[in-house]
């Protein structure tokens, strides 16, 4: 992999050659569209699915829970999305080791917004021949017109997603009320902002100068290729030596591969590179010179898979192997850390508990002779219904809890502070000693949480 | 040969480049903190103090302060480490 060579001209605003990549269509170009639908639907739909009288999928920041259809997460929970994380990179990882860039090619938002964009653009500049022939002349009404014509697109596209994106985050019925009203908070109109000003500009002129200059995983995906694994490849024992033909496209003149030379896999690539060249860091899979050169071949009768997906092995006429070690390895790995998950949510208990020392007194002796230590317990009840607990002291002989009441109600997905004291007889403690405060529903016994405290008495 | 309607893309600037590396990458750093950040750090429990600033009690406004504030510093080390990387003297 070689560093990007600098520029000879080193300011911020030297002109960046723009790519004006040509539309092809074919299996692959529709396969993408199939992506691209299905995960924009996702992402613009999503906010509007309804649950339990509620948004299904709500990251409630300001009330510090996350809604996931029936669950309800705390920041407690954060170990489950680490997990989560986790699992995302190792399938990341496996799916790489086995099918290449298929992230890029598909499911990357990157793509898959550009796609819409270049999509608007076509729309309104018109092909790719005639997008270069508008840029190169000169303003016209027309010109004026169509440019206006694709930034309105753009950029109520890119507000739109902004919105939805908010929409995760505030309850999108009154986000949308809000908008309608023109009145949300200073930070609602920020955001919906930031993201669409970034969708705009990473899909509408970023577009492949992410991937080649910003993206990490272009970088390190290649330490998960090997020679099995799925790469776009041009078969140079098929095509070679290239050459153009005649008029007639059929008459291959003698000693010529199957390449006749049309470069249309380089005009179709997003990335502007020629895959003839072999692979390079910067071809994001997107198969779009598959469906550029299996027309051509069609075209002049030959087979098609000139380009195509193969692995490195299929290239040099050897067998493919699916199953080896690293991929037994990603795939285990991935199915323990998948199993693992669900059996921690499925299982996770829906109470937690914070023990607080009382910060003004270490410790008090009651007029009985009685030592006294007070706390403030934070009792998390995560549950979709409310739950009476009592709160009792272990691993201290003779401790007695006393709080305002002798059990304590916490509705359905509340916190609830209680000041807890915790006694124990005169003379039996010295110094400092660990022990325990548990928590645990009276109605179900099986909603038990212990969390350690410390207890001091004169030394 | 090259298409000749195709003229090859020019490269980034090392100065842009630099940039806008920095920028992204760091932006995914502080996106990364905020979350553990707050994960673990209410920012209500400001208001229970006299000390700290009161108006970052309000959890919206914490979580959008915190999120800069990470992205200032892992922008400031981010760019340092570009302009370190590239500033070297070649011997």
Redesign the interface.
Known sequence: MTAPVAAADDSLYAAHQKLYPREVGGRFARLRILAVAGLLGVFYGLPWVRWDGRQAVLFDLPARKFYIFGLTFFPQDFYLLTWLLIIAALSLFFFTAVGGRLWCGYACPQTVWTEVFVWMERLTEGKWARRIKLDKGPWTAQKLLRKAAKQILWVSFAVFTGFSFVGFFVPVHELAAGVAALKLSSWEWYWILFYGFATYGNAGYLREQVCKYMCPYARFQSAMFDRNTLIISYDAQRGEPRGSRGRDAALRPPGLGDCIDCTLCVQACPTGIDIRKGLQYECIACAACIDACDEVMDKVGSPRGLVRYATQAEIDGKPTRIARPRILVYASLLCLLVVGFAFAVSHRMPLDVDVLRDRNALYRELNDGRIENVYSIRIINKDQQAHEFKLSASNLPNAVVDSDSPTQFVNAEEVKTVVARVRVPGGQEHGGRNFLISAQAVDEPRIRVTSRARFFAEP | ???E?????????????G???SV??SF?AASAET??F???F?PMLLGSDELPPTWLAL???A??AGFFFFWAFTLSAAALTAYMLRSRPHS
């Open positions: 040969m090259e298409a309607d195709q003229p090859p893309p020019l490269e980034w600037s090392a100065l842009r480049e940039i806008a590396v992204w990458t995914l979350m553990v707050f994960a673990y209410d959890r919206p406004v979580y959008a």
